[in-house]
């Protein structure tokens, strides 16, 4: 069946990089493209980034600067980057799918929470 | 970017009666091709959100008909009726026919 879930650091220092896994199953990233979402604790969803089927990216323009998302599609996984981390990125991370350009997101990972503290 | 407004916050229900959230665009979110990708989802506490209805009414695998969307242009709504206890948490709307993607604020459903 289809999974997503979600790897990495619970704990990352300020200014550091986060480094996150997205490890899939049921599904080809050749197939499916593969956003990522966060959510601050007790806040809404903000969109992050995508890799694409053909695996070109697009990035939220208020995280440019700052985030790289890859994947290695032999490991069935995508990764996300995010540097000089600060405590405005502490949040619960998912990964989720979707099948075409406008397709909604159908399944999402579990969520990984990331905590930016010394 | 596309700002989508969700209404209310919050939404005291009372078991086994009815809910209507609202969901407000900042532009049309008919794309050129004729399609309009509205979607709505729910947030159980401690859980990853969940798709209920996509591209406006078409209810997702496994979801009970007692949820129901509806809506064009800039304005949508996600009715639930004789609510349960499964179908408390936190509701959002997300727009993908403009890109980047984005969602509305939610709101929460709760036992009044």
């Known amino acids: 069946q289809v999974q997503l879930k979600e790897s990495g650091p619970g704990l990352v220092q300020p200014s550091q990089t ?34 694409w089927t053909g695996g070109s990216t697009d990035y939220n323009s208020a995280l440019k600067s700052r985030l790289s998302i ?6 069935s996984q995508v990764f996300l980057k995010m540097n000089s981390l600060q405590t405005e990125d502490i949040a619960t991370y998912y990964c989720a799918r979707n099948y075409y350009y406008s397709a909604p997101f159908d399944y999402w990972g579990q969520g990984v929470m990331v905590t930016v503290s010394s | 970017d596309v700002v989508m407004t ?29 399609n309009t990708y509205l979607h709505w989802y729910l947030q159980k506490p401690g859980q990853s959100p969940q ?43 997300l727009q993908s026919t403009h890109f980047p993607p984005t969602f509305g604020s ?7």
């Open chain 1, 18 to 51: 986060l480094s996150l896994t997205c490890t899939v199953s049921g599904f080809s990233l050749t197939s499916y493209n593969v956003h990522w979402v966060r959510q601050p604790t007790g806040k809404g969803l903000e969109w992050m980034g995508v890799i």
């Open chain 2, 6 to 34: 969700q209404t209310p916050v919050s939404l005291p229900v009372s078991l086994g009666g009815q809910a209507s959230i609202s969901c407000r665009s900042s532009q049309s979110l008919v794309h050129s091709n004729g």
């Open chain 2, 51 to 93: 798709l209920l209805i996509y591209r406006v009414s078409n209810r997702f695998s496994g979801v009970p008909d007692r949820f129901s969307g509806s809506g064009s242009g800039t304005d949508f709504t996600l009715k639930i009726s004789r609510v349960e206890p499964e179908d408390l948490g936190d509701y959002y709307c």
């Open chain 1, 70 to 75: 890859s994947r290695d599609t032999s490991k």
């Open chain 2, 106 to 112: 939610g709101t929460k459903l709760e036992i009044k």
